[in-house]
């Protein structure tokens, strides 16, 4: 099997040369053709003036003339010769037709103006395209006879002279550009060497996640530095939470651990069966909190790993999902002892956000209300929209509650109120915490009436939120 061709990498160098050499080829053809219609414009200024003497030297030699009009041939040579191409010429008069030259030659409609400067008109002869100059004068020998003198030229004598300048223009503008693109290729290599001090800064760098950007850096690639240090800013924040995660992990798993190592050591000592029939009930117990724990640390930190934008935010309907997640946490709650209701209008309630995730908020906190209220304990979960388009999702219970004081405390990891007694992790608000801010909502622990806690959550409508189109 032939081995896929090497892709040629893209080179700063080559592009920028390339795209200062297009350019420049495409100014060269279009000053190239400004140049020729410029020369050209030129040479027929000249020929046309020359012309114009041609005829009033014409008219002078037949005044001067005694023959009557009549020219000798070596006149008649010189006013047709033209190394170039080839000259035209007709004197006709007014009574007695063509005097002399060519007969085709005719002058324009209409006898040119007695002592006016020589018309100048085109015209096709021959299959020839000329230009053409006619002039008027009396006849000396017949004071009624007017005379009317007409000399013409080919163009090839002016376009061969525009050429001529076009390829001296193309000489020095050629040899200009090729200075010039020497000197970017100069100037571009030399202004690139502004980006080793960047590279010799990232080539020591060992393990370091500091930001790159700083006052040698061109400001041309500042937008790439930017981007390079929040990419940067982004790794210190994973490795952060690695680094918490493993630091929780130990926290929370010692305990337990620690339970279990000492509770099999006491059912190898003492291996009669009420022993070991303790030491393995404390161990599942023990095994449960450790499961437990590790969900709740991976959920914790799955919360935390990065913003709702870069996942697969979509709009739901909080009308549907809530029940169905609620319906689903019923056996749990009968097991515990709790009666578990939900109460809503039952109309759609829409918001943006990660249907997953949603469903980790409610059931930390459907568990954080059954474990702390008990057995015997009622828990509501509610679901409102709200005056501004959102919505309010709440779960309150009726059990003891906790002190005013350590209200803005309960969404901290870890933290669990004096004298509780569950075998809580202390990361079930803080999850919900976490979960409130990637929806850009907003969490609220207040105390129930007459007792109990209830924590609200309130997600902004959707036509608002940055995380979805409205």
Excluded at 31 to 52: E, F, I, K, M, Q
Excluded at 170 to 177: A, D, E, V
Aim: with cysteine; net charge neutral.
């Amino acid at each position: 099997m032939t081995p896929p061709a090497r892709q040629r990498r893209p080179s700063l160098r080559r592009r920028l040369l390339i795209s200062l050499l297009i350019p420049m080829a495409l100014v060269l053809i279009f000053d190239a053709g400004l140049t020729y219609a410029v020369a050209l414009a030129y040479a027929n200024r000249v020929h046309d003036r020359d012309l114009s003497d041609d005829a009033l030297m014409l008219a002078n030699m037949l005044g001067n003339d005694k023959l009557g009009g009549r020219l000798d041939p070596q006149a008649r040579f010189l006013l047709e010769y033209d190394r170039e191409g080839h000259n035209y010429f007709s004197v006709r008069s007014s009574h007695r037709g063509l005097l002399a030259g060519s007969a085709q030659l005719l002058p324009p409609a209409g006898a040119p103006i007695l002592g006016a400067a020589p018309d100048l008109f085109d015209m096709d002869l021959d299959k020839r395209h000329l230009r053409a100059a006619t002039v008027s004068k009396l006849n000396p020998h017949d004071p009624t006879d007017k005379l009317i003198i007409t000399v013409a030229e080919t163009l090839t004598d002016r376009h061969q002279q525009a050429r001529e300048i076009l390829l001296l223009a193309i000489i020095m503008q050629s040899s200009l550009i090729v200075c010039l693109l020497s000197l970017v290729w100069f100037g571009v290599s030399r202004g690139l060497r502004v980006l080793e001090p960047l590279t010799i800064r990232l080539a020591h760098r060992s393990h370091e996640l500091t930001p790159i950007d700083g006052a040698d850096v061109p400001q041309e690639i500042q937008p790439l530095t930017r981007t390079i240090d929040a990419l940067f800013g982004r790794l210190r924040g994973m490795l952060a939470l690695h680094d918490r995660f493993i630091a929780d992990a130990a926290h929370q798993l010692r305990t337990p651990l620690t339970g279990l190592s000492l509770h099999v050591e006491r059912a190898l000592a003492n291996p009669d069966s009420e022993t070991v029939t303790d030491a393995l009930n404390h161990i599942q117990r023990l095994s449960q909190r450790a499961a437990r724990t590790s969900s709740q640390l991976l959920a914790l930190t799955r919360a935390q790993a990065e913003p709702l934008e870069n996942g697969n935010p979509a709009l739901l309907d909080l009308g549907k999902l809530i029940p169905e997640a609620v319906s689903q946490r019923v056996h749990d709650a009968i097991r515990a002892g709790v009666d578990l209701g939900y109460e809503s209008h039952g109309q759609a309630m829409n918001i943006v956000g990660d249907a997953a995730s949603l469903q980790d908020l409610l059931d930390n906190l459907i568990d954080n209300a059954m474990r702390y209220a008990g057995r015997g304990s009622t828990v509501t979960v509610r679901l409102a929209a709200q005056a501004d388009g959102g919505v309010s999702l709440s779960v309150e219970d009726n059990g003891p509650g906790v002190p005013v004081e350590l209200l803005p405390r309960l969404t901290e990891r870890f933290f669990r109120g004096d004298g509780n007694s569950e075998d809580g992790s202390g990361l079930g608000l803080a999850i919900v915490q976490r979960i409130v801010q990637r929806h850009h909502a907003t969490v609220k622990c207040t105390l129930a009436d007459p007792h109990g806690l209830r924590v609200e959550v309130h997600f902004p409508p959707p036509g608002t939120s940055s995380l979805y189109p409205a």
